[in-house]
């Protein structure tokens, strides 16, 4: 072998080193055995796994065909859903907006009200629209004031952030413009921040909305109003046809609810 081809074979080009292909395949060894010992810790009982096809086509052939004897309970549960989502986001909207506002590190009073507004943002965003819905039926009782507050509550969080984010992305230039000329605090959020932050506060109060329709279908589960009532309890009696009545008037919900978003942000964005 000659000197050319021996240095040829030693600078071989390598994608990673000895040193990171073993982190590497460490790294895959332990994923595996942490899949692994997950699957040992849930106690997953095999033999319903594999009955599962046949129960669902079971199921769905119960559920067909769908049953409309229901359809005006249905058709007002989902307009009662619409009215939840929509009332919910406009309330979190506007709640929404003095917690982006302090919690933005550019615009915020001080550290104490930075941290106070990232609290109430986390605090909103870690429990889920359902646990919202369940302490909220145990305030209020079950009704669509609980499914309201939940889902303002969930919503808060998000809004809170997105918006909170676009503050701190604004240009600074007419800020200090409006700074130089000794403008007041509230000239600088009106002409400076508001203009810039418009686009992005419309396309994420859509966004919400468009969430919060989705997640109004299954509060109900938990007694806190809309269509997710009528669907527990069509489980629960086993009136399979009327649960898929339910399931494909959801669907049209969220068609709907996805048709008339797409519109908004053409027209407003």
Same mark, same amino acid.
């Given at each position: 072998?000659?000197?050319?081809t ?12 000895l040193?990171?292909r ?5 790294g895959?060894?332990?994923? @595996?055995?942490v ?14 796994v594999? /009955?599962?096809p ?12 769908? /049953? ?9 549960? =989902?307009?009662?859903?619409v009215? !939840? ?5 406009? !309330?979190?909207?506007?709640?929404s ?15 104490? #009200? @930075?941290?106070?507004?990232r ?8 429990v889920?629209?359902?646990?919202w819905?369940?302490l909220?039926? #145990?305030i ?9 507050? #939940? ?11 997105? @918006?909170?984010?676009a503050i701190?992305?604004? /240009?600074?230039?007419p ?7 000794? #403008?007041?605090?509230?000239? !600088?959020? &009106?002409?400076? =921040?508001?203009p ?7 396309a994420?109060?859509? @966004?919400?909305w /468009? ?7 299954? &509060?109900?589960?938990?007694?806190a ?9 069509? !489980? ?7 649960v ?12 709907f609810?996805e ?9 407003i964005?």
């Amino acid at each position: 072998m000659s000197t050319e081809t021996l240095h040829s074979a030693q600078d071989r080009w390598s994608r990673f080193t000895l040193r990171q292909r073993l982190l590497r395949y460490g790294g895959l060894a332990l994923t @595996l055995l942490v899949v692994g010992w997950a699957l040992r810790s849930i106690d997953v009982i095999w033999a319903w796994v594999w /009955d599962a096809p046949s129960q669902m086509a079971d199921l769905f052939g119960r559920m067909m065909p769908p /049953d409309p004897s229901n359809l005006p309970s249905i058709l007002e549960a =989902i307009w009662q859903t619409v009215n !939840i989502a929509t009332l919910a986001t406009m !309330i979190a909207v506007v709640v929404s907006l003095p917690v982006a506002y302090i919690a933005a590190q550019n615009t915020t009073p001080n550290r104490a #009200a @930075l941290w106070v507004g990232r609290f109430i943002l986390v605090s909103s965003r870690s429990v889920n629209t359902i646990i919202w819905a369940l302490l909220f039926v #145990a305030i209020f009782g079950p009704g669509i004031v609980a499914g309201i507050a #939940a889902i303002m509550f969930r919503s808060i969080g998000f809004l809170g952030k997105l @918006l909170g984010e676009a503050i701190e992305e604004i /240009d600074r230039k007419p800020v200090e413009a409006l700074e130089a000329v000794g #403008a007041s605090q509230f000239k !600088i959020v &009106l002409y400076a =921040i508001v203009p810039q932050v418009m686009p992005a506060f419309f396309a994420v109060a859509i @966004l919400r909305w /468009d969430i919060n329709l989705r997640e109004s279908t299954v &509060l109900g589960l938990v007694g806190a109003g809309g269509i997710g009532m009528i669907l527990q309890g069509a !489980i629960d009696t086993f009136n399979w046809p009327e649960v898929s009545m339910v399931l494909l008037t959801i669907l049209a919900l969220v068609v709907f609810g996805e048709v008339v978003s797409t519109y908004l942000r053409k027209k407003i964005l």
